[in-house]
């Protein structure tokens, strides 16, 4: 999963763009391939395959994978940009991967339990040569993943602002390998898994790259025994508009759940949350105070001591009597 040397790249930036007038020839609906390394261990290159391939490939058993940051060299201020590229693949419908920013680090390109994201010297590591960035999965038997990380190296110029090279776009593509997604067959195609590595257009996933994950939830579903349930793929509140009164509703965890539990907030940011209902109902109604004005609403779904992530955010309302036909 290592990326061509920027200045082989540099160098053939115009023929891209010349194919891309051509409307991509030779891409396809399913254009799309997955990693297949049948080592376990720590590694960073697998053979492309098919989805259907007989003999698997790389893939998560829980749905959950949560990253850390270490903002070391240039990872300072790429926050939103990392949580971006994990929204992009969390947000892939008909998909149950929630892929989170769960907060900084000093750990490094290592197994050591902790998906790392981080900036650093590549040119010794293996797979990468002169690498924009390079992704390293932990394998257990049967292809699990267990444990990911993603380098990104200190020697080329990491930006925010959408001028080469764009944090986000790479982090897309490098997390997409961190979920067992290979390039497509074509390099230089449309797809965020493809690598045409300049500009943002690999900010935004492809139909192909969200067929890729979505194939891997098919053929390798949650496993549900030890992990966290995956959070709820919905959320609704719908403001009932009379005296504060909110409906708030979820669908089902893919997993066996033994509580949802429904969290409330009067900051967005999820400050001094406090608990608005526990129990195994996918729906419960909410009062707002007059005072609260308005709570946001999370709900994250628990397999006894194991909890799931949340899924937000709803925002419930306070509305002084009853209003017939709103906005009120
Ligand atoms: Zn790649």
Redesign the pocket.
């Known amino acids: 999963?290592?990326?061509t040397a920027p200045s082989a790249r540099l160098a053939t930036t115009a023929l891209v763009v010349g194919l891309a007038l051509l409307g991509w020839p030779g891409v396809t609906s399913a254009d799309y391939k997955m990693i297949q390394n049948t080592s376990t261990g720590r590694l960073t290159s697998g053979a492309q395959v098919e989805c259907n391939a007989p003999a698997g490939f790389a893939h998560w058993n829980t749905r959950d994978v949560s990253w850390r940051h270490n903002t070391a060299n240039q990872g300072a201020g790429k926050k939103t940009a990392l949580e971006n590229a994990m929204a992009s693949w969390t947000n892939v419908t008909n998909a149950t991967y929630q892929l989170n920013y769960d907060g900084t680090t000093s750990a490094g390109f290592g197994t050591d339990g902790i998906n790392t994201v981080l900036w650093g010297n590549t040119g010794s590591l293996p797979d990468c040569g002169s690498c924009l960035?390079l992704?390293a999965l932990v394998l257990q038997s049967g292809q699990v993943i267990v444990e990911s990380d993603v380098i990104f190296t200190n020697e080329l110029t990491w930006t925010t602002n959408g001028s080469d090279y764009d944090t986000e776009s790479v982090a897309a593509?490098?997390l997409?390998?961190s979920l067992g997604i290979?390039?497509p067959s074509m390099a230089g195609g449309p797809e965020t898994?493809s690598?045409p590595y300049f500009g943002i257009g690999m900010r935004s996933l492809h139909p192909n790259d969200n067929a890729a994950l979505q194939c891997s939830e098919n053929r390798y579903p949650a496993v549900c025994s030890g992990n966290p349930p995956p959070r709820p793929l919905t959320l609704s509140v719908i403001n009932q508009y009379c005296w504060g009164y909110n409906l708030v509703s979820w669908s089902a965890s893919t997993c066996p759940v033994t509580r949802y539990e429904v969290w409330g907030s009067t900051s967005m940011s999820f400050t001094n949350p406090f608990l608005i209902y526990s129990g195994s109902a996918t729906s419960t109604t909410m009062q707002v105070t007059q005072s609260q004005i308005q709570v946001y609403v999370w709900v994250r779904a628990c397999y006894n001591s194991l909890c799931g992530h949340y899924r937000g955010l709803g925002i419930a309302q306070y509305y002084a009597g009853c209003c017939v036909t709103p906005p009120c």
């Open positions: 999963m290592s990326h960035a992704t593509h490098e997409g390998h290979h390039h898994m690598n």
